[in-house]
């Protein structure tokens, strides 16, 4: 299985200011010139909910303030300027390769 | 709107099977896509079980294969999860999701249903 790492665990971020999240993948999750990770956002109490598919795609009605980069094995969620409703917690997923995986999450809060 | 409401027992014994449905309103589940669950442990930790397409065919984790199933009812417009010979370790909160095409993404999700196992 593809393990994904994510990094920070945790992080608190001043409102306004950027927040940067990392997903490690333990092998390319790169295929046909496409890469098949996926960022997600869930609050409390609430499934997830899609933000960025394959890498650096908006999903609809997302603001522009999330923005997804990165291929092969490095890639990275950014949140720019953070807003109070962005407190969540944020999961990678990689569908390269079945099954399917999540990185173990990122809390964000507002410091 | 696309949307997917989970419905199970909420608890259930050691030993004995788990059954939850999926029911989805605003598209059908024979039209296009794949039809997933997913469970959250406490804990947070998120885990892809398996899913069955649009035309029946089915995917498993295989950390799973040897005790789950997925089957519908497109009468019904519904999936459901059976999951046998359940632990401790089964207890979660059970999504289901719909998948985009061959890009495996998750776009629509149900609330999640929680199930606990204990004696």
């Known amino acids: 299985d593809i393990v994904l790492t994510q990094s920070p665990a945790s992080l608190a971020v001043s409102l306004g200011q950027r927040a940067t999240i990392s997903c490690r993948a333990s092998e390319s999750v790169d295929s046909y010139g496409n890469s098949f990770m996926h960022w997600y956002q869930q609050k409390p109490g609430q499934p997830p909910k899609l933000l960025i598919y394959r890498a650096s795609n908006l999903e609809s009605g997302i603001p522009a303030r999330f923005s997804g980069s990165g291929s092969r094995t490095d890639f990275t969620l950014t949140i720019n300027p953070v807003e109070a409703d962005d407190v969540a917690t944020y999961y990678c997923?990689?569908?390269?390769?079945?099954?399917?995986?999540f990185g173990g999450g990122t809390k964000l809060e507002i410091k | 709107d696309v949307q997917l409401q989970e419905s199970g027992p909420g608890l259930v014994k050691p030993s004995q099977s788990l059954s939850l449905t999926c029911t989805v309103t605003g598209y059908s589940i024979t039209s296009d896509y794949a039809w997933n669950w997913i469970r959250q442990f406490p804990g947070n930790k998120l885990e892809w079980m398996g899913y069955i397409s649009y035309s029946g065919s089915t995917s498993y984790n295989p950390s799973l294969k040897s005790r789950i199933s997925i089957t519908r009812d497109t009468s019904k417009n519904q999936f459901f999860l059976q999951l046998n010979s359940v632990t401790t370790e089964d207890t979660a909160t059970y999504y289901c999701?719909?998948?985009?095409?061959?890009?495996?993404?998750?776009?629509?999700w149900g609330q999640g249903t929680t199930l606990t196992v204990s004696s």
């Open positions: 997923q990689q569908s390269n390769e079945d099954p399917y995986t």
């Open positions: 999701a719909r998948s985009a095409g061959y890009l495996y993404y998750f776009d629509y």
